[in-house]
C-alpha cells in the first residue's frame, strides 16, 4: 500500500473487541483494511498424502462458486471493521490473500463469494454468461458496511468494488480505485460487456426461479439456465531413481 503512495499505520489491538489491521490514507481520505489470509485444509492435505503414499491417485472435484465457509470469513472481517469504525467515516476494505497449493482457485471462490457470481447459458447465446450478485453474497449482504475487497495471491493483485456500496460514487472516485484501476472488478463497468449480466434485483437470493425470470425480461432472452462449474484435478506420486 506504501508503494501507491498511502500512508499506513497499524491500528493498536484491544483485549476486549477485535479490530481491524491497518488505517491507509491519502490526504483526506481514509481506509479501514482487514487482511485475511486462507490457505491448504491441513487435514485435507494429510489425507490425500495417506492415499497418495498408498501409490493411488486423488481425483477432486471443487466447485468455484460461492461457498459458506469464505462468506463466514469475509463477514467476520466486516464486523471487526464495523467495530472500529461505526459512523462509517472511512472506506472499509477487506483483503483477502490466498496461498498454498490451489492458491488461484482458492482466489477465484473468493471472487465468487464476493459478488455472488453465477454462470448461466441460453439457447440464445452461444457462451456462457456471468451474472453478478445471483446468489447470496457478501457484497449485498453488507452493501452498508464493506465497499471494497483487495483479493490476492502470488503476485497478482484486484480491487473488487462492492458496486451495491451504500458510497460506491465516492469509492469511483478514491485514490485507491484510480491507482488499482489496471486490475479492477467493478460490475458497473461491466455492464456493457455482452458476456456479464446484473442481477441488480432485491429478490431473496434463494428464489433463483424467481432471479431468472427478472433477468429473462431484463436482457430479452427466451431462457436462462444456471450451471454450476467446477475443477477437476489428480494427483499421484512418482517415482525418481527408487524414490518417492
Known sequence: MKEIGLETEQIPSRSD???PDIIAKHGKEQYIVELKIKSDDLEE???EEAVLRQGEIVHKETPTGPRNRLYAIISDGVKQMVTY???HNAFHIIWLHSTGQNAALLNKRFH???FGTQDLISVQRKYVTTCYYFKESSFFS????LDGAILTYENKLQLCVNSLSSIYQSLTQ???YRNLSKGLCDPTILTGNANVMIADCDFNRKGEIKILKY?????ALRHLQAINMKQFSGKTLL???GST
Open 17 to 19: 473487541e477485535k479490530f
Open 112 to 114: 465468487a463469494t464476493l
Open 142 to 145: 453488507h452493501r452498508y458496511e
Open 215 to 219: 433477468l429473462e425480461d431484463k436482457y
Open 174 to 176: 478514491s485514490f485507491l
Open 85 to 87: 469504525d461505526r459512523g
Open 239 to 241: 517415482s525418481n531413481n
Open 45 to 47: 492435505l494429510k489425507e
